[in-house]
């Protein structure tokens, strides 16, 4: 099945700065590739996604970009705010006969501070 | 729009007592899932159900079993729970659209210990 590594697992930056959260996967034939945000006691939102025949996709502060060579892809978030700390996880489909199911990253805990 | 809605919320047993997690959503979405969450572990899949009338094995599936009973609800069922169980568990909903893609729509979490 499918193999999903996130980085970092915690990240810490200045409100206003750039965050940059980088998974990679190990099914080459997973084609569907999405972000969701949890915030403290509620379940993940889906913030983003991307799919296999996109490199990159834009979506006003918050972008992702996909190597299917490399098999990584990343999710940018400019001008961040406090209200963007949260915990990240990253997912990419599984193909072939389990081709409905995501599986997610470990997650990242972005804080942002004021 | 109440979405996915999990009961209970919160729940503490004692080792080998049995329980059912319940998940209804209104979203007439085919599929529904079942993850657990555990901290430095991510969201890890229990079970699944594509949907209604099948059911199948996640990454995590022992200890568990499920119940799709019509298309909006999907049960999670500890036979006897163990105090590795203690997690916080996720029912999602999705409609499946072509290439593996589509939202999973997520409940607020049902937090269980075991004692």
């Known amino acids: 099945g499918e193999n999903v590594e996130q980085h970092p697992s915690t990240l810490s930056v200045q409100e206003g700065d750039s965050a940059v959260i980088k998974c990679t996967y190990s099914?080459?034939?997973?084609?569907?590739f999405p972000w969701y945000k949890q915030e403290l006691g509620k379940g993940p939102q889906l913030i983003i996604d991307?799919?296999?025949?996109?490199g990159e996709k834009k979506d006003q502060r918050i972008a992702v970009t996909l190597n299917k060579t490399a098999k990584h892809f990343s999710l940018h978030i400019t001008e961040t705010q406090p209200e963007d700390s949260a915990v990240y996880f990253c997912?990419?489909?599984?193909?072939?006969?389990?081709?409905?199911?995501?599986?997610f990253g470990k997650g990242t805990l972005l804080t942002v501070n004021p | 729009n109440a979405g996915v809605t999990q009961t209970p919320k919160f729940q503490v047993l004692k080792t080998g007592q049995s329980m059912t997690l319940q998940c209804a959503q209104d979203?007439?979405?085919?599929?529904m899932y079942w993850y657990r969450q555990d901290p430095g572990m991510g969201l890890r899949l229990i079970y699944y159900?594509?949907?209604?009338?099948?059911?199948d094995k996640g990454e995590v599936p022992n200890g568990y079993n499920v119940s799709r009973l019509n298309k909006r609800e999907f049960s999670l069922r500890l036979e006897s729970a163990a105090p590795s169980q203690t997690s916080v568990y996720f029912c999602?909903?999705?409609?499946?659209?072509?290439?593996?893609?589509?939202?999973?729509?997520f409940g607020e979490g049902s937090r269980l210990t075991v004692l």
């Open positions: 999602a909903s999705r409609e499946l659209l072509p290439a593996n893609t589509g939202e999973l729509f």
């Open positions: 099914d080459s034939a997973s084609n569907y």
């Open positions: 991307i799919r296999s025949n996109v």
């Open positions: 997912a990419a489909s599984d193909s072939g006969g389990s081709n409905y199911k995501l599986t």
């Open positions: 979203m007439n979405h085919n599929s």
């Open positions: 159900s594509a949907s209604e009338g099948t059911t």
